[in-house]
């Protein structure tokens, strides 16, 4: 009896089983059918936008589109990688063209580059001056200007401050040290080519020094008369003093070192722009409007400078003293005569008797 109902419960649940399975199988179908009919729905929709003139692509065109994109990409990638060429040939001319223009600048090849800054204003010489290919002293000398000339002034270069002008229906090029946009007052007269007949007695034997720090004392200078020129006894301290820093530190150095020092210190003043050129303000010719006032011409300047070099007992000679002309300082250093002229940017032996090398 026992036997008969365990086996009636094997026989339930095996039909239990067969069902169950029965029903999986039934449901697998089901899903499959619902699939097939939703991917013809699709193709069917795909038709018939085709059909229409529309321009949707199947998914099999546009993943073979998108292959193609994707192996042209690649291919070009794979080109810019494996040639560098052009990256070499930029990174050897990036290379390469400095140190080309090192060479040419240290072999004088390649001459330096200018730029402007255009103007149009009419300018008077403030004395005779050369007339140059280029913006400095380096440029060829093409011709001069005579002291009060009129001329047209048509840039300033932006490097060297020099003027550029309209010469001969050419550029040329001034300093901007000698021209101005003042016309003279006076006359230019010719400058003098021989040495003066007549010389300050006192520049013939040097003074004694008894100033406090070995430098000459005010009153004993060599040149006092012509240094002094408009200045009260104040005055002429007050540039005194400030010449006192000049001359120092050049003490017991050669004549040679002190002339060039002298004519440094005094064209600092000038190009740090502590001194303004003038032809009208007072004391423009004498050593209290250079040292103090901040006013001067060329002449001004040849005194300041030759204040400096009284100081360091050293007698000059005022070369084209009053005179419608460019001035400076001549010193004779053991018979040779040396021009001294900090604002015509000249400091050496003169090329010949009463010649500067850069107004002749």
């Known amino acids: 009896m026992r036997n008969r109902k365990l086996c009636m419960l094997l026989c339930m649940m095996l039909a239990l089983l067969i069902i169950a399975g029965c029903k999986n199988e039934a449901d697998k179908k089901q899903d499959n059918n619902a699939a097939k009919k939703t991917e013809a729905e699709k193709t069917e929709n795909i038709s018939e936008t085709k059909g229409d003139g529309g321009e949707t692509k199947n998914s099999e065109t546009v993943s073979e589109a998108e292959t193609e994109t994707t192996d042209a990409t690649d291919n070009t990638q794979g080109t810019e990688a494996t040639d560098p060429s052009a990256d070499t040939k930029a990174t050897q001319e990036q290379t390469t063209e400095p140190s080309q223009t090192v060479e040419n600048i240290i072999t004088g ?25 280029a913006p400095s ?14 001329i047209l002034v048509t840039g300033q270069c932006n490097e060297t401050g020099w003027y550029r002008i309209n010469f001969n229906e050419q550029p040329g090029y001034v300093s901007n040290n000698y021209l101005g946009t003042e016309k003279p007052t006076e ?60 001359v120092t530190p050049l003490m017991g150095l050669s004549r040679e070192e002190q002339l060039m020092g002298i004519a440094s210190a005094i064209r600092d003043l000038f190009d740090s722009g502590k001194v303004q050129y ?83």
């Open 137 to 150: 002293v380096d440029g060829q000398r093409i011709g001069s200007l005579s002291g009060g000339q009129e």
């Open 187 to 246: 006359k230019p007269t010719e400058k003098q080519t021989e040495k003066p007949s007549e010389q300050t007695p006192d520049t013939q034997k040097p003074p004694e020094q008894t100033g406090p720090n070995g430098l000459v004392s005010p009153g004993n200078l060599a040149n006092i008369k012509s240094l002094k020129k408009r200045c009260s006894d104040e005055e002429f301290q007050a540039a005194y003093n400030v010449a006192v820093d000049i």
């Open 278 to 360: 003038s032809v009208e303000a007072p004391h423009y010719d004498d050593p209290y409007g250079y040292f103090v006032t901040g006013v001067g011409s060329c002449a001004g300047c040849a005194r300041a400078t030759g204040l400096c070099l009284n100081m360091l007992n050293i007698p000059y000679e005022h070369v084209n003293e009053n005179q419608w002309s460019h001035q400076w300082c001549r010193i004779n250093i053991d018979g040779t005569y040396w021009i001294c002229d900090a604002y015509g940017l000249y400091v050496g032996p003169e090329p010949a008797p009463y010649v500067h090398p850069y107004l002749n």
């Open 109 to 133: 090849q390649t001459a330096p580059e200018y730029s402007y800054t255009d103007m149009s204003v009419v300018m008077y010489a403030v004395s005779d001056v050369n007339v140059r290919s």
